[in-house]
Nanobody
Framework: QLQLVESGGGLVQPGGSLRLSCAAS????????IGWFRQAPGKEREGVSC????????NYADSVKGRFTISRDNAKNTVYLQMNSLKPEDTAVYYC??????????????????????WGQGTQVTVSS
């Protein structure tokens, strides 16, 4: 069974940090682009960041650029999202997603939700004092 599982969410004060993890089971994340998305109540799902299958290309939403960092460890079959300088507006359910891109990949990744095939169940991040 192909599955993505997010972890690392929680309650943090403004200015704090969290690291989210996205672990795959039933398949390897090699040759997959990985995206992180978030959805706040009453808002549309937003593409936060993505990383290409090779790890050589990343992409960030303007709202998180300079504060969030995506990385991958294929040996651990896990992708991370390091979130620093968190703001109340970062509060949302965060999801990771994957799309296979083959051995060579595209050389870049895209943050559109429609691009992605496999999705996790999400982890709640709440930024509040």
């Amino acid at each position: 069974q192909l599955q993505l599982v997010e972890s690392g969410g929680g309650l943090v004060q403004p200015g704090g940090s969290l690291r989210l993890s996205c672990a795959a089971s039933g398949f390897t994340l090699d040759y997959h682009d990985i995206g992180w998305f978030r959805q706040a109540p009453g808002k549309e799902r937003e593409g936060v960041s993505c990383i290409s299958s090779s790890g050589g290309s990343t992409n960030y939403a303007d709202s998180v650029k300079g504060r969030f960092t995506i990385s991958r460890d294929n040996a651990k079959n896990t992708v991370y999202l390091q979130m620093n300088s968190l703001k109340p507006e970062d509060t949302a359910v965060y999801y990771c997603a994957a799309i296979p891109r083959g051995v060579y990949g595209l050389g870049y990744c895209r943050r559109g939700a429609w691009e992605y095939e496999y999705w996790g169940q999400g982890t709640q991040v709440t930024v509040s004092s």
